[in-house]
């Protein structure tokens, strides 16, 4: 007596019609990585290569160690660009932040003129550093700008002269650059600020609890990410801030307004020294890097 084994159904043949959708995304993407990955990541492990090499007019290949870091850190302009960094960055993110958080919450009341506010104070965003830069640059000029103007009108005795001044200078870029961010900052809280659950605030507000407490002891705490994504954001704008200061001050009065972006600059295509502007690069790398990688480090910790 003979026994039939039951059959087992084959699984199903794929196509060359399934098998192209399967791989036309990747083909679609696959350009635009090779590019970014050459021109973005490649160009980023060169310039740390150049960095331990002896380069000046064109790129050198021996490799000489650390000696180019010994030599930007020993450069006053270094310091002072750094410490020009530390001021701007303080300023410019703190202010921004506390304007963007006040428009955001200005505009969360609902206020009838919010559709034409809130494009008002988004169109800044929209301009490059290079038309803030010189715009502010015309507003701050001694003869052209608010001090003429002012002088124009009778105010003798006004004086606004930051721009041509080495100690307030860099004060300038700061105003500049906070005029550019903050409406982009009120658009980040103001979308956190829609996005909190309205019973919340309800159910404080049956308890009594006023308005500027709401704000205070439940609306701001929950809007901790945005302030994290904003400050990463700011950071990030700040190192690497260069056409706004060109654009404004040029790095002067002398080195006034020198930022670690115009000394990378100065040194690597003015001044004829590749290498150490290369490690100036690496170091600006090093501090995104530092602000970066906690932060996807905590967001990737949170969604697991």
Request: contains cysteine.
């Given at each position: 007596?003979?026994?039939?084994?039951?059959?087992?159904?084959?699984?199903?043949?794929?196509?060359?019609?399934?098998?192209?959708?399967?791989?036309?995304?990747?083909?679609?993407?696959?350009?635009?990585?090779?590019?970014?990955?050459?021109?973005?990541?490649?160009?980023?492990?060169?310039?740390?290569?150049?960095?331990?090499?002896?380069?000046?007019?064109?790129?050198?290949?021996?490799?000489?160690?650390?000696?180019?870091?010994?030599?930007?850190?020993?450069?006053?302009?270094?310091?002072?660009?750094?410490?020009?960094?530390?001021?701007?960055?303080?300023?410019?993110?703190?202010?921004?932040?506390?304007?963007?958080?006040?428009?955001?919450?200005?505009?969360?009341?609902?206020?009838?003129?919010?559709?034409?506010?809130?494009?008002?104070?988004?169109?800044?965003?929209?301009?490059?550093?290079?038309?803030t830069g010189?715009?502010?640059?015309?507003?701050?000029?001694?003869?052209?700008?608010?001090?003429?103007?002012?002088?124009n009108l009778?105010?003798?005795?006004?004086?606004?002269?930051?721009?041509?001044?080495?100690?307030?200078?860099?004060?300038?870029?700061?105003?500049?650059?906070?005029?550019?961010?903050?409406?982009?900052?009120?658009?980040?809280?103001?979308?956190?600020?829609?996005?909190?659950?309205?019973?919340?605030?309800?159910?404080?507000q049956i308890?009594?609890?006023?308005?500027?407490?709401?704000?205070?002891?439940?609306?701001?705490?929950?809007?901790?990410?945005?302030?994290?994504?904003?400050?990463?954001?700011?950071?990030?704008?700040?190192?690497?801030?260069?056409?706004?200061?060109?654009?404004?001050?040029?790095?002067?009065?002398?080195?006034?307004?020198?930022?670690?972006?115009?000394?990378?600059?100065?040194?690597?295509?003015?001044?004829?020294?590749?290498?150490?502007?290369?490690?100036?690069?690496?170091?600006?790398?090093?501090?995104?890097?530092?602000?970066?990688?906690?932060?996807?480090?905590?967001?990737?910790?949170?969604?697991?």
């Amino acid at each position: 007596m003979t026994t039939i084994e039951p059959a087992t159904a084959s699984p199903p043949r794929r196509n060359f019609a399934d098998s192209l959708r399967g791989w036309l995304p990747k083909l679609v993407l696959a350009p635009s990585f090779a590019v970014i990955l050459l021109f973005v990541y490649g160009f980023i492990l060169w310039t740390v290569y150049l960095s331990f090499t002896n380069s000046r007019i064109l790129p050198v290949y021996k490799l000489v160690g650390f000696d180019a870091y010994v030599r930007l850190w020993s450069q006053p302009n270094w310091y002072m660009a750094m410490k020009n960094l530390a001021i701007f960055g303080v300023l410019y993110i703190g202010i921004c932040i506390s304007i963007g958080l006040g428009l955001a919450i200005l505009m969360d009341q609902r206020i009838r003129a919010e559709g034409i506010l809130r494009p008002i104070f988004l169109y800044p965003m929209a301009l490059s550093f290079v038309v803030t830069g010189t715009a502010w640059k015309w507003f701050l000029n001694p003869g052209l700008g608010i001090e003429n103007t002012m002088h124009n009108l009778g105010w003798e005795s006004f004086k606004f002269d930051w721009l041509v001044n080495p100690d307030m200078a860099i004060y300038t870029v700061v105003i500049a650059g906070v005029w550019q961010a903050s409406g982009f900052v009120m658009a980040m809280f103001l979308a956190g600020l829609r996005g909190i659950d309205g019973e919340i605030i309800k159910a404080a507000q049956i308890d009594g609890a006023p308005l500027t407490k709401i704000y205070r002891r439940i609306i701001i705490p929950m809007l901790r990410p945005v302030f994290l994504s904003a400050f990463i954001v700011l950071a990030h704008m700040a190192i690497k801030s260069y056409d706004l200061v060109i654009a404004l001050t040029g790095g002067g009065p002398g080195n006034a307004t020198e930022l670690p972006s115009t000394f990378m600059y100065s040194y690597t295509f003015t001044r004829s020294q590749m290498a150490v502007g290369s490690a100036s690069a690496v170091m600006m790398l090093m501090g995104i890097t530092a602000i970066i990688v906690p932060y996807l480090y905590s967001e990737l910790r949170e969604k697991r």
